[in-house]
């Protein structure tokens, strides 16, 4: 089956840093896509990563490692706006449908 | 904001009615895609259109259809629908050529059945 693992829950102070880890197992891997998601809002994009490797935009940067079916988004400097859900994504095809993780809700406190 | 709109933002309605559900994709998007986000399931793909053709569908109920028209705007149309049909449907769109590209998430409608 198809499976995309994210832990539930994060807490962070304001200004540090925190990893939000994923773990795909699906038929066939096309990219992996970061969303941010604020309660009751539409997701926005973060990152996208196809190559094994870091990409690194601003205070996000966002690993994949297609050998061990894992991926991690990076955010540095947290501010409180940064409190939000994080989606994990990966799209299976060249059509670019995404199969969702569950989301890690990251709560940034001051 | 993305570019992509839907309509209504909200919408009530009774158990074993009809609802039409409307995206507009961004200026120039070809593939337009259509999530359901529900507390206990997340967010789920339920098909995608590229070009007026139906390319992907995922785990959508038979009771759902979807089309997208010549001009490109796509309607979900939800059939006898069920209280567990409550959720927040999304479209998203995106150039929809060889690659995945990033997809812009419209603001959502807010389905209540009751």
């Known amino acids: 089956g198809q499976n995309i693992d994210q832990p539930t829950e994060m807490t962070a102070t304001e200004g540090a840093i925190v990893q939000i880890n994923c773990t795909y197992q699906?038929?066939?891997?096309?990219?992996l896509f970061w969303y941010q998601q604020h309660a009751g809002e539409a997701p926005t994009f973060l990152s996208y990563?196809?190559?094994?490797g870091l990409e690194e935009k601003g205070r996000f940067s966002s690993f994949l490692s297609r050998s061990k079916g894992y991926s991690y988004l990076l955010l540095k400097e947290l501010q409180m706006k940064d409190s939000a859900s994080y989606l994990c994504?990966?799209?299976?095809?060249?059509?670019?449908?995404?199969?969702f993780g569950a989301g890690t809700q990251v709560v940034v406190t001051p | 904001d993305s570019g992509v709109t839907q309509t209504p933002k909200h919408l009530i309605t009774a158990t074993g009615q009809r609802v039409t559900l409307r995206c507009s994709p961004r200026?120039?998007?070809?593939?337009v895609y259509w999530y359901q986000q529900s507390l206990d399931q997340g967010l789920q793909f339920l098909i995608q259109?590229?070009?007026?053709?139906?390319?992907a569908k995922g785990n959508i109920l038979e009771r759902f259809s979807a089309q997208q028209f010549p001009d490109l705007h796509s309607e979900l149309n939800l059939s006898s629908l069920e209280l567990g049909d409550s959720a927040l449907y999304f479209c998203?769109?995106?150039?929809?050529?060889?690659?995945?590209?990033?997809?812009?998430f419209g603001p959502g409608t807010r389905l209540t059945v009751t």
């Open positions: 998203a769109s995106s150039v929809g050529t060889v690659d995945p590209y990033e997809q812009y």
């Open positions: 699906t038929s066939g891997f096309n990219g």
């Open positions: 990563n196809v190559l094994d």
């Open positions: 994504a990966v799209t299976t095809d060249s059509w670019g449908k995404l199969q």
């Open positions: 200026s120039g998007d070809l593939s």
């Open positions: 259109y590229y070009n007026g053709e139906e390319r």
